[in-house]
């Protein structure tokens, strides 16, 4: 996120609705003669409840910071990001006694973790319940002491609840600081791995990495990783922008500075961005489905919807080289300055759970700084519904991310996790 706001993250997960009914089994798939075969789906909640007065329910808590609440598809369990270098497991609200991996420095794991560094995404293959496979995205330091922002494949052991202990780098980023490290990713409709990275750090975007199609910082990228490209341990989409040159081949989107959190909408493919501004602006975009290919969302020429050249802030990255010119450029549909508290956007995902049929199409978001909580969905002419909600909610939160069923969580920096739930 901030140099100057996360330095410690922490959280913790599960499934709860009310009185939703729960499976009958709860490991991620069936063993069969040492083989994974699908799970079966997740019922629906038994009892759905209406209203939209939202609260937050704490479950539980991971040792330091929590990062990310995830589960693979149709799987009951919890999973959650511990910033240090783990994946905690909860079963039915409960943490269990061993990670499910354990990545940390302390393990002998690779994850160098502290201040915005550490293991930062998380994301379960599709089909996770036939392959075992699941990707993580953490950051780590060769023996010259450089740092590198990696993205891994692993898998599942023989026992559900545990993962082998070694990952294979899929794909290894040079980064030259500590901060804006980006880190989610996500498997989209189309079944590919998207990946945000940051900027590479330090102020203004000094090596102007955000608007270089040939660096991979600063952007979101798009991979096929059931497929492998020669010399590589993943495939390239014909699709993909820069696949015939001008770019980095890796590159779907660019123009972002930290893309700490971010989501697609399940039902429509639409993807919402958390862009952690600079000095001044926090930003918001919707990108839908059709528009999301070879977008420019404008940094380090843009800071929000205003030319770096005229910020106070440092941000003059523009220039002969990238002119403050908004054509192509892709702008926030909502904006929250420093000046009113907001100083690390931290983006949801849209509600498409079933146990509170009110909140289904809205999107819920926050901020580290700012807290609180805001809920938006997408007007057809692609303007924002923004509702500011009352009451008080959990302080400095990491993320707001949605289980298998699509219900949602949010993970702050001091170990808490916590359900997103509705009533009257």
Partial sequence: MRSTTLVALSVAIVAACGSSKKPARDDAAVIDDGKLVDAPVIPSCENPVAGEQVTMRRIGG???????????????????????GAIRLFKDEVLQPDPFLDLSVDAGGPVAAGGEQGLLGLAFHPQYAANGQFFVFYTTRVPNNTLRDVVARCTVSSNPDLANPTCVEVLSIPDFAGNHNGGMIEFGNDGLLYIGTGDGGGGGDPQRTAQNPASLLGKFLRIDVDNKAAGKDYGIPADNPFVAGGGAPEVFMLGLRNPWRWSFDRATGDLWIGDVGQGQIEELHVVKAADQRGANLGWSVYEG??????????????????????????????????????????????????????????????????????????????????????????????????????ELYMTNDVGSVYHLEAGP
């Fill in 62 to 84: 991971v040792v330091g910071a929590a990062l990310l609440a995830t589960s693979p598809p149709n799987d009951p369990r919890l999973f959650v990001l511990e910033q240090r």
């Fill in 305 to 406: 919807n205003s030319c770096c050249d005229t910020q106070a802030d440092n941000c003059t990255q523009s220039g002969a080289q990238y002119p403050c010119e908004p054509t192509g450029k892709l702008f926030p549909q909502d904006s929250r300055t420093h000046a009113s508290g907001w100083i690390s956007i931290i983006a949801g995902q849209v509600y498409r759970g079933t146990c509170y049929p009110d909140l289904v199409g809205w999107h819920f978001y926050t901020d580290y700084g700012k807290g609180g909580l805001v809920k938006a969905r997408l007007q057809p002419a692609g303007t924002l519904e923004i509702v500011d909600l009352p009451g008080t909610f959990p302080a400095k939160p990491t993320s707001l991310h949605a289980d298998s069923r699509g």
